[in-house]
Every structure is written in C-alpha cells, then in structure tokens.
C-alpha cells in the first residue's frame, strides 16, 4: 500500500489528507494524525490512534481469509464473500452442529451489572420481518409486524399462524395443546356485573342446535358443538358470531346445570311430598 509523500508501509506516519493521483493511476492513503503500521518487527496490520492512548481501532491478523471484509462499489459490506447482495453479508461454511458453527452473529454487552437492555433495533417506515430460510425445505419461518401492526408468526406457503393484536387479541389458526388453559376471571377486573337467568339459559340451550361436523381442510376429523351463528343468536355473548368464547360456553354450563339442579329439586320435593300422602292414603285405609 503506497502511502503518499512516504515510504511503502512498514512504519509510517501518514501525512495531512491528500487527493487522488490525478491521472486516476494510484488512490493515496490519507489519514490524518494517525501511525499505520503493517511490517517490519509487527505481525499485523493495524492502524494506531496515536492522539488516544495509542488505542488500535482497526487490526489485520495474520491468516486472514480472502474477503474477511469486503465493500461492494455499491457499499455493500461482506464478512467471507465478495459477494453481498444486502447492506450487510455473513457468510461461511461451516459443516460443524450448532455448538461449533461460527458463521454467526454475536451482540453480547460484558458489564457486570445486571439489569435488562435493548440489545437489537429493528428499524422501519413499516412492517418488519425476520425470516429463517432452511434451504434444505421448501419453505422458510417467519416473525415480524404486519401493516396492522400485529405481531405475527408464519410460515412462507401457509402464511400466517400465529397473530397478536396490539390490544392483546391472539389468533392462532391451527390446533393448541397445553396441559391447562387459564381464563382470567377475576372479580376486580370485571364490571357491569349482574345475576343471570339459568331457566332462561337452560331454555336456550335446549333449543341450540348441535351438530357434528369437521373444519374446510381438516376432512375426517369430527367435531362435536353448535355453530358460532347460533351460539350469538342464542346468548348474544362476546364480541363476534363467528367465534364461541370458552369462557362464555362454561358459563352456559353452569348456568344451565343450575338449572337442571333446581329443577331436579323441585321435583324431589314433589315427589316426597306424594309420596307422604301416599303413606297417609295407606295408613287410613289399614
């Protein structure tokens, strides 16, 4: 690397910033105020800060692939690639499992005090998204927002699975498994609250339609329930008719089996009473 005015790079300080060779035959190195050092008794190329504690900002180790860091004319950045088609390209070959692949990307703050930090900034003029590209499958993963600005999970050729709203709202279009679900139901979060009807919600469930049937896609599989249509026409229960709230359909239940235990009481006491007058009956007639 010529250095203009001095000699080729051992040990050099370079002199106050220059210009390019006119005749566009050699580009000069112009770094003001700072020692370039590259041979000689050094086994690296750095570049020192001689006005901050001689700091080295910028190192060269020896055995240093070909394109360790290569900028485009397009000022692409490549990390093991010449060839970076976005801003900033890492590539590499590893062929070692997870625990020893290098070709990666570390963000790791060493302060010894503990406390939660933002530690990646995705930053756009609108929806955002991370994809993980298996190129030994045909489709790949994604995360990101949407244009709604909804946090959502997907899978390139389904499309989204998985979806939360900025109200807390979640879809998720395929099966979930879980050992419990939990619905929140605490007293202090409700309000407008008042007594229900069981033999009014008993009369309607008695006229609910239930029906079997499977899901458009999910042929073979049978499910057992009255339709979302119905169940909203019935109760009037949440915010939508084509969804059945689950904790709407336990509180039918309830309801309902209060219902049938009322009834079920009244007639028990019904029936002993006949059944005292019965024995009254028996009684006078010896």
């Known amino acids: 690397m010529p250095v203009a005015g001095h000699r080729p790079v051992g040990h050099a300080l370079v002199p106050p910033p220059t210009r390019e060779d006119p005749e566009g035959s050699e580009a000069e190195v112009t770094i003001d105020r700072a020692e370039i050092t590259g041979a000689g008794n050094e086994t690296n190329f750095f570049i020192r800060d001689v006005t901050n504690g001689s700091k080295l900002p910028f190192r060269i180790r020896p055995g240093a692939a070909t394109s360790s860091i290569d900028i485009g004319s397009d ?23 997870a625990a020893g692949n290098t ?3 570390k963000v790791e703050n060493a302060s010894g005090t503990k406390k939660p930090r933002h530690m990646v900034y995705i930053v756009n003029n609108g929806a955002s998204t991370i994809t993980f590209d298996d190129t030994s499958q045909v489709h790949d993963w994604y995360f990101g927002t949407s244009i ?11 499309g ?7 109200s807390g709202d979640a879809t998720v279009t395929g099966d ?5 679900f939990n619905t929140t139901s605490d007293r202090d979060l409700k309000t407008e609250i008042s007594a229900a009807d069981p033999a009014g919600v008993l009369a309607s469930v008695r006229d609910l339609s239930v029906s079997t049937w499977s899901f458009i896609g999910e042929e073979g ?25 689950l904790g709407d359909a336990v509180g039918v239940s309830i ?14 006491a019904r029936i002993t009473q006949l059944e005292a007058q019965v024995a009254a009956l028996l009684a006078a007639n010896g």
């Open 255 to 268: 309801a309902s089996i209060q219902a049938l235990a009322a009834e079920n009481d009244a007639l028990e």
């Open 148 to 158: 709604q600005n909804h946090f959502r999970i997907g899978y390139h050729g389904t």
């Open 75 to 97: 000022g692409h950045v490549a990390m093991g690639t010449a060839d970076a088609d976005v801003h900033l390209h890492v590539y590499g070959t590893d062929a070692t499992n």
């Open 160 to 166: 989204t699975l998985f979806e939360v709203e900025d």
């Open 221 to 245: 599989v049978t499910h057992l329930g009255p339709m979302a249509q119905d169940f909203w026409a019935a109760f009037g229960l949440d915010d939508s008719d084509t969804t059945i709230n």
């Open 176 to 180: 979930m498994s879980a050992a419990a």
């Open 103 to 105: 070709t990666a990307l």
